[in-house]
């Protein structure tokens, strides 16, 4: 459970991705994260504001970061093969969308 300071940050970074703006999101995700890095729920959620707000080689290492949580995190390899083919690494995307599926997402 996090601490309530924590929770504000995740809450308002959520609002912020619910409004659409990602990039003030991933300002506020980023400093949850780096307070309780183990948290699944707020890497997630900085993921998808680096990804949102096309700041993708953070994407990318939060994807990783995910990944390395949560090695049959389907939904993080997938996001992750996104992020790849974003930054023209098809063969590296193919291979994270191959294990997605085999995760069964």
Known sequence: MLKPDLLGLVTRGRLHLDAGDPAGAARLLAEAAAAAPQ???VATDLAR?????????????AFRDLVELDPTDAWARRGLARTLRRLSRAEEALTQDRLADALGG
């Open 39 to 41: 948290d699944r729920a």
């Open 49 to 61: 504001a680096y990804f949102d707000s096309a700041q993708l080689n953070r994407a990318e290492r």
